[in-house]
């Protein structure tokens, strides 16, 4: 069975431009989050979405935003980008409701970002 | 919110045990997760505690004590392989979707 897979797996762009980054969850999996990790550190979060709807956001600013399609996958997009906002972005699913507390997180290769 | 701390290092022998701890600071629990990160990889789940005690999975056991906000993950028989970083992280009550990382610990075995 496929994972989860991201696209692209590599990214540069400049200050100031916009990216969209994409994100298909594990077949079955119907919640899909995204988290930010910066070298040396831990995965930091941005979104959950569950069945389309948003269900939890994390203290990243209003030029972050996410939305989840019909098939389950996800878009996040960044505007203005800051110099800061370069990291590898990755993206999660889990099996099961958006309370079910005990399913892991699957995660993707995730997508490089490099802004400069 | 949440905090959570591990040690940032650690240096291990092949065949030998060790044991990497964590600490939690939170308003709301709802289980510990810790996973498996080599460079320039994804995170990989290894085990889940949300009662107290251990939890056993072959090589990998994982402890949990709530009232110490506490964790610790114990790799036995270590092989080269498991030079990783090993990644700690709570689930939020107030969100369930949301997993608060800590930095990682990185383990590196040598021969």
């Known amino acids: 069975d496929a994972g989860v897979t991201q696209s692209p797996t590599h990214l540069i762009k400049t200050r100031g431009q916009q990216v969209t980054l994409r994100c298909s969850p594990i077949s079955g999996h119907k919640s ?49 980008l800051l ?32 802004v400069t | 919110g949440q905090n959570i701390d591990q040690p940032t290092e650690m240096t291990a022998t092949e ?45 990998f056991s994982s402890f949990l004590s709530r009232s110490k906000g506490y964790s610790y993950l114990l790799l036995k028989e270590l092989q080269m392989k498991d030079s990783a970083s090993y990644l700690c992280a709570v689930r939020d009550t107030t969100n369930a979707g949301k997993s608060t990382f800590g930095d990682g610990t990185t383990l590196t075995v040598k021969p």
């Not at chain 1, 590898?88 to 997508?111: I, V």
């Not at chain 2, 964590?22 to 990160?37: D, E, I, R, V």
């Open chain 2, 15 to 59: 065949g030998a045990i060790v044991q990497i701890n964590c600490t939690y600071q939170t308003s709301g629990f709802n289980g510990l997760f810790w996973y498996q990160q080599h460079a320039g990889e994804a995170p990989t789940f290894l085990s889940y505690n949300v009662l107290d005690g251990l939890e056993e999975k072959g090589r």
């Open chain 1, 83 to 114: 110099l800061g906002d370069s990291a590898l972005y990755l993206c999660a699913s889990s099996f099961g409701t958006a309370t079910s507390y005990n399913s892991p997180l699957h995660f993707g290769n995730g997508t490089r970002l490099t």
């Open chain 1, 32 to 80: 899909v989050s995204w988290y930010q990790q910066v070298l040396g550190q831990g995965p930091q979060f941005i979104f959950q979405y569950y069945e389309k709807e948003e269900r939890g956001r994390g203290n990243f600013p209003d030029r972050f935003s996410a939305r989840q399609f019909p098939n389950y996958s996800s878009e996040l997009n960044v505007n203005a």
